[in-house]
């Protein structure tokens, strides 16, 4: 019944990442917000179906990488719509690791930081993990993407396990399988077509010409 009104919330777009017990992992979150100066402390909600909330819970850190305007949507696609249990999400999307193990998104992203678990908090369906940060860079580069020009700009939508998502009909989009992992990609965000002719499977590395429309 709040739906409607809860939309007037604003939010930035942040991939939040952590050490996998194999390879570290990252996923988009619209929720990151800063929640005290001393000592500096910052939020962020992951559902308990994602892979990477198992991943903050086993390494106790994580990292917040603010992505900016110039950021590609291809990322989003790789990182928001895909979990990390299906295959390394990251072959596809340029990164370092930390000494940590956690990841750092290397795609145009504004600035990162890395945070130290110190507190959570567990909703139905979500935990709220409060860290402090630990390590980050030292400045910030370009405008930092808000959910809002996600939304109207970009035109994105927020899949099921982002906390604004409404549950409404799924658009129908076309698949495309990947014929070496079997990778489905349906994003609603960048048609396959539109995809640009470098672009490769975001789990396996198989170049876009490997691919078949799902009938
Ligand atoms: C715009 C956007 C915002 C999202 N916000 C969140 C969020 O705040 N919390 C969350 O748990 N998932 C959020 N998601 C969903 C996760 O990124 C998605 O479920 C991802 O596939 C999880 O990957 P993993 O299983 O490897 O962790 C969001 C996705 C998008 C595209």
């Not at 719509?81 to 990251?90: I, M």
């Not at 409404?166 to 495309?176: A, N, P, R, S, T």
Request: with cysteine; glycine share 8%; aromatic share 10%.
């Amino acid at each position: 019944m709040y739906d409607k009104i809860l939309t007037s919330l604003s939010y930035g777009m942040c991939a939040v990442g952590a050490r996998g017990k194999t390879s570290a992992n990252a996923c988009i979150v619209n929720t990151v917000i800063q929640i005290s100066s001393y000592p500096m402390t910052i939020a962020v909600s992951i559902n308990h179906s994602n892979f990477t909330n198992e991943c903050i819970k086993n390494s106790g850190e994580f990292t917040v990488c603010v992505l900016s305007e110039n950021t590609s949507g291809a990322v989003i696609g790789a990182l928001g719509f895909t979990s990390g249990r299906d295959g390394n999400k990251l072959n596809n999307v340029r990164h370092k690791i930390l000494q940590e193990g956690a990841p750092v998104i290397q795609e145009d992203i504004c600035c990162w930081f890395l945070c130290r678990v110190v507190n959570t908090v567990e909703t139905v369906t979500h935990t709220i993990f409060i860290g402090e940060p630990v390590a980050g860079s030292e400045t910030i580069k370009g405008k930092p993407m808000t959910y809002d020009y996600y939304l109207n700009v970009i035109k994105g939508k927020a899949p099921k396990y982002a906390p604004t998502y409404l549950g409404e009909e799924e658009e129908e989009v076309e698949k495309f399988t990947c014929t070496i992992c079997k990778y489905e990609y349906s994003s609603v965000l960048i048609p396959f077509e539109e995809l640009p002719d470098t672009w490769s499977c975001p789990i396996c590395g198989a170049p876009k010409s490997v691919f078949k429309k799902k009938e």
